[in-house]
């Protein structure tokens, strides 16, 4: 997978992608769900994850023969040469491909050198310039950061904000429409809203932080033979 498009131009799609999930939840479901719980789950899903060393393997250099083409006195000429192929190893998440191959605010020009597979980053350099490579490797792993650094950071302000703003004004507009009710005379009575479904808690962790948290029942006004007012519950 790789890409030109930029890491904080992820962010701006992904701040709309979460103000459209909340804005298409139910009423009952932000007024019942753990808000906590619901800000953890759409910054498990729309975070980027850093790029980070894995602790638990070493950087390999393998040594491999490759072919480079010249031009000598007019004539185009192969000759082979000894390369080493560098295996850095990273810790995988599912979007860490979306951090590696997309540009920097910070950084160099040009075209991605290093190719990835299931945790490894891998790149070929001359054996001489081994260490310059790895350097430069880690350089650029640290401006990529520092941009999911800065684009979670908006994200998590920005989800507390949306959602609060949201449960505000299905308050307020809770408040209104009690008031307008109570202004005609209507008998009433309370409706339970269907279930909504539980979340499975005994998925795999991986998975559960994927899936949205559940929200407790709410209830709802509707028309009774009866003469006297009801509140709500």
């Known amino acids: 997978m790789q890409t030109e498009e930029s890491i904080s131009g992820y962010y701006k799609v992904a701040l709309e992608d979460i103000r459209a999930d909340v804005l298409s939840r139910a009423d009952e479901y932000l007024l019942g769900v753990n ?14 994850p850093k790029i980070r060393k894995d602790p638990e393997r070493e950087i390999t250099v393998i040594k491999e023969n490759a072919w480079k083409e010249a031009t000598e006195f007019g004539w185009q000429v192969r000759y082979e040469i000894i390369v080493a192929r560098i295996e850095y190893p990273i810790v995988h998440h599912r979007l860490i491909e979306h951090v590696l191959f997309r540009s920097s605010t910070q950084g160099r020009l040009g075209s991605h050198r290093f190719d990835y597979f299931d945790g490894t980053i891998t790149l070929r350099s001359l054996p001489e310039d081994i260490e310059n490579d790895i350097r430069e490797l880690e350089e650029l792993f640290g401006w990529k950061n520092a941009d999911v650094e800065t684009g979670n950071r908006q994200i998590k302000e920005s989800i507390a904000k949306l959602i609060k703003e949201r449960i505000n004004k299905i308050r307020q507009d809770k408040e209104a429409f009690e008031k307008a009710v109570q202004r005609v005379n209507i008998p009433i009575r309370i409706r339970n809203h269907q279930p909504i479904p539980v979340l499975d808690f005994k998925v795999k962790k991986e998975l559960r932080v994927l899936m949205a948290p559940n929200a407790e029942r709410a209830k709802e006004f509707i028309l009774k033979k009866s003469t006297s007012w009801q509140s709500w519950t």
């Open 35 to 48: 808000v906590e719980e619901y800000s953890e789950y759409l910054c498990n899903r729309f975070e980027f």
